[in-house]
DNA sequence: TAAAATAGTTTATAAAATAAACCAAATTGT
DNA sequence: ACAATTTGGTTTATTTTATAAACTATTTTA
């Protein structure tokens, strides 16, 4: 039996840590998850509207005073999604 | 505390799949991973190449009768890449 | 003996990740 | 007061990576 594909949508380092973190908070703001992942703005930015069009997150922009605030959350098809790409990574790295 | 960055030589899903195979046979033919990853000869010949440039494991080409025969086992640095790997990814999946 | 299969490699292309450049407003320094 | 920097992003360009297509050499099969 041959190995089974990884959702490529979530085998990406930056994608499957806003993933991680969202997992575990009830919303995440951009900043927040940028520290986090270590990652630039604009890399941030591209990877979660990918996350966000696969339905994975949900993406609400407002202002906080007049600056902008973009606000993260994980959806029910996201967590799905995440729970299966982990259980078929067992498949790779066992247990 | 940010999240630790994943191997990208091991986050690839054909390249994990090899040594995640690797891992558990003393030793394995091109072929059997070929199957056993599902990927195509030419994509399976240019991971390996890289898996080998980086220690991870080493290829002998020898033949069988007049067929090339190309035979790859994981090395002790690849083994511990291995582990690496998948201890900073329980980082992501959790447990 | 021509056609197809095996066991690959090399090279080209598609897709992905990342970085660089940019925008608008707010804050800091002089 | 006003130039310079910082904050919070987006858009676009570039680099890197993965994948596919084309090719080679030998072998087997019809």
Redesign the interface.
């Known amino acids: 039996m ?2 089974k ?2 959702d ?1 949508l979530l ?1 990406s ?1 930056l994608r ?2 806003v993933m ?2 969202l ?1 575990s908070v009830e919303s995440a703001e951009f900043t927040y998850l940028k ?4 990652s630039t703005a604009g890399n941030l930015s591209v990877q979660l509207d990918k996350l966000s069009e696969a339905g994975y997150i949900t993406i609400e922009k407002t202002f906080k005073g007049k600056k902008p605030l973009t606000t993260c959350k994980i959806t029910k098809h996201g967590l799905k999604a995440f729970e299966d ?2 259980n078929t ?1 067992k ?4 247990k």
């Open positions: 041959a190995l594909d990884l490529p085998h380092q499957l840590g991680s973190l997992m520290e986090k992942t270590n790409y982990v990574l498949q790779y790295i066992g």
